[in-house]
């Protein structure tokens, strides 16, 4: 089975107090982790080591970074590299978040730089990518993400593309309440691994975990997951609330 993933996005919130309560408040919880699954949890940049020290010791759970920058170094005022995300032990990046594409204006050009970086010091990519409200009303979601996908990863190697997470975020459904059907999260993900596996072969694309992101709760996490393609969700608001991201775990595929 491919690995099942909770990975949590906290985004631009908490006070380091309130971090560490979340944490503790986390590692009380019943939740079990399988040797199947991982979860990530990433927090902003100043909690990364101390998110880390707590976390310490924990089978199959990870500290990512939400975001990492395009250029290996130099006069890039408040930015930080993956040579920098490396040497503080951080072995997760949140790459193309719909948030950065769209405050950011992060084009694919860009996310591969951010992609290279990454695989350069070792840094692993969980890669987002979705479509719009409009796009989706067009009808034109599937070619949108196909996109996406080739001109960010598609020069890379197979060998290469193992080390990633793909998140596909209908951006529609972040933070609206709305979410995808269980059956369009699978429509959607059963073609983004058909787009792997066309250009990687079958063998590679099976391999790789693709997460759902846009409102999962404890509410839906066991439908959507439930699908043959969804291997787990890139959760925002939930994963604030240590009782519902424990849940979200508890529904990952046995």
């Known amino acids: ?44 940049f100043p909690y990364l080591l101390k998110a880390k020290e707590m976390l310490a010791g924990k089978t199959n759970v990870y500290v990512a970074a939400q975001n990492c920058a395009a250029t290996k170094n130099g006069a890039y005022t408040g930015e930080v590299s993956t040579e920098m995300l490396k040497e503080m032990g951080i072995e997760y990046a ?5 948030e950065r594409r769209e405050y950011y204006h992060e084009t694919n ?3 591969t730089q951010k992609v290279n970086l990454a695989l350069e010091y070792g840094i692993k990519p969980l890669f987002c990518c979705g479509e719009p409200l409009a796009i989706r009303e067009a009808g034109t979601h599937n070619s949108y993400v196909e996109t996406q996908l080739k001109e960010s990863l598609f020069h890379l190697t197979g060998e290469q593309l193992k080390n990633f997470i793909i998140a596909y975020e209908p951006i529609w459904a972040i933070g609206t309440g709305k979410t995808a059907s269980s059956d369009q999260a699978q429509e ?23 997460l759902y992101g846009g409102s999962v709760k404890a509410a839906n996490a066991v439908e959507i997951f439930g699908k043959a393609d969804v291997d787990g969700g890139l959760v925002g608001g939930a994963s604030l609330v240590a009782t519902e991201f424990a849940a979200i775990i508890n529904s990952l595929k046995k």
């Open 188 to 210: 959607m993900h059963a073609h983004i691994r058909q787009v792997i596996s066309n250009q990687y072969g079958e063998a590679i694309a099976s391999t790789i975990s693709i």
């Open 94 to 98: 949140i790459i193309g978040h719909s």
């Open 109 to 111: 050009a860009i996310l």
């Open 1 to 44: 089975m491919r690995n099942q993933i909770a990975a949590a996005n906290w985004k631009m919130n908490l006070s380091i107090k309130q971090a560490e309560q979340l944490i503790t408040e986390l590692l009380a919880t019943d939740h079990t982790v399988a040797g199947h699954q991982l979860v990530i949890i990433a927090v902003p």
